[in-house]
């Protein structure tokens, strides 16, 4: 039998969705978002959830996707060419979003590995096979590192364990 002290909460199973980003459903999904948290947070303080003497118990959440697509839609301007696309379009035949280590016996030393790999992938390397020297291979000052961060600092500092430590 396995014992854990966390919850486990599985949030979402999404299959061939489509979500348009246009400025009028963002606005609507912030608006969604502070009302959730809001009513969240009254729940809380109206049954006493918010007790400080116990401590913050930890949920793990996994949202699965399949064939997902984000559609952007760009500004329509008569000033613009006509043949501009209407819209930038992404697809994705599998996604998992977690908070959880994949499988559970992962360190911060494997994802530490596991960016340093993605970062030198053929696709962000200056140094490719291909004689392309565009976005995103174009080189900084140094020469091979890619002009942009492929892997943000907050994920380097977590892997590294310079955030927070852990429990």
Known sequence: MLMSSSVVLRMADFSIYQLVLDPGSLV?????ALDLRQSLEQFMDLYKLD?????????????????????????RDPAYPADLPRSISVQTSEMVATNTRQPPTCSRTHLEALLQAFQQEAFFSSSSSSSSSSFP????????????????????RHAREQDTPLS
């Open 28 to 32: 609507w999904l912030n608006l969604f």
């Open 51 to 75: 007790d400080l003497q116990k401590p913050d118990e930890h949920v793990d959440i996994k949202v699965d996707g399949l064939m997902l697509k984000l559609v952007v839609p760009t500004v």
């Open 137 to 156: 291979r174009d080189s900084s000052s140094s020469g091979r590192a890619p002009s942009f961060p492929v892997v943000h600092p907050a994920f380097r």
